[in-house]
């Protein structure tokens, strides 16, 4: 297996790191990787996990509901009923940043096409990326969409796009730096770029350790912090607007972390540990087990 071996921060580009810790993939294989972190800026990453060509083996099973759309379980059920409640908060934040009730909507990792259908639906000219073939059969047969594969994001041109949405998507993306450039080139110079990602500072994650099932390696490359996502705008030309916290995560986030620790009711007991996490994340957003990030570029 050709593995991707970073020997350079993507954040400041040193070289000097440091093992955090181990995780182990639950979802498919059983194996483990490495957390390491930049001891220059502290960015932390998984090392060594399988290059672009050759992860998919890691996304092909039943249980990675981003692409199979399962309801089956508990917890998956749960993950439905929190994204229709989040469909209708992602439009109104977008509506709020935007000052647009339509416009062009660029979905990158759209999964199985719930999120640009409900944009579709409320008027807006809505283009779609996504790199499982499964998922975007998926789309085209609940949904009419038509969804690209992610070759077709270097062909955009200039100032293309009213708003670019990458929800729980960057952390997936092999080649980081060179995806930060495309977005600010197809943004149009008064749009929005809206990127939710898993927050390694959340309460949950701290609580998990290296249980924390937002982890997710080897699927999860990168672990943004509020700072590290803050930073890779400034260094890509954008502003960070805005930062919202995404309390739901840490409901699904912390039974999945019980059920990976074999815990007896994981449902349960990871109610409780999301409970506590949506109260912290109240008085400290920040510590939310995930963050909307809002940019505009400078």
């Not at 400041?12 to 194996?31: K, Q, R």
């Not at 199979?68 to 229709?84: A, E, I, P």
């Not at 989040?86 to 909507?105: E, N, P, Q, V």
């Amino acid at each position: 297996m050709n593995t991707l071996k970073i020997d350079k921060c993507p954040l400041c580009g040193e070289s000097h790191f440091e093992e955090v810790m181990t995780c182990t993939d639950h979802y498919a294989s059983g194996e483990s990787f490495a957390i390491c972190r930049c001891q220059h800026c502290g960015f932390q990453f998984t090392q060594a996990a399988p290059v672009e060509a050759e992860i998919g083996r890691y996304y092909e099973t039943p249980d990675y509901i981003s692409h199979s759309d399962t309801h089956k379980g508990l917890m998956n059920r749960v993950y439905h009923w929190v994204r229709h409640f989040m469909l209708s908060r992602k439009a109104r934040l977008i509506k709020h940043h935007s000052g647009l009730s339509r416009g062009y909507l660029l979905d990158i990792g759209t999964g199985t096409g719930y999120f640009p259908h409900f944009m579709q639906e409320k008027g807006w000219r809505v283009s779609a990326i996504e790199k499982s073939l499964q998922a975007r059969q998926f789309a085209k047969e609940h949904f009419s969409l038509d969804v690209d594969s992610p070759d077709i994001l270097d062909s955009y041109a200039d100032n293309s796009f009213d708003v670019i949405t990458l929800w729980h998507v960057m952390e997936h993306l092999e080649h980081l730096n060179e995806t930060w450039e495309t977005l600010n080139r197809i943004l149009k110079d008064r749009g929005i770029l809206v990127i939710a990602v898993p927050n390694p500072t959340s309460f949950d994650a701290e609580k998990y350790k290296e249980m924390w099932a937002a982890y997710d390696v080897p699927r999860h490359l990168w672990h943004f912090t509020p700072s590290a996502m803050q930073q890779f705008g400034a260094k890509h030309n954008f502003i960070l607007c805005e930062r919202h916290p995404m309390p739901f995560d840490a409901f699904y986030v912390s039974m999945l972390s019980e059920k990976y620790r074999k815990s007896a009711f994981p449902f349960i007991k990871g109610l409780i540990a999301g409970t506590e996490a949506w109260i912290v994340s109240l008085a400290k957003k920040d510590r939310s087990s995930s963050m909307i990030y809002v940019f505009r570029k400078k």
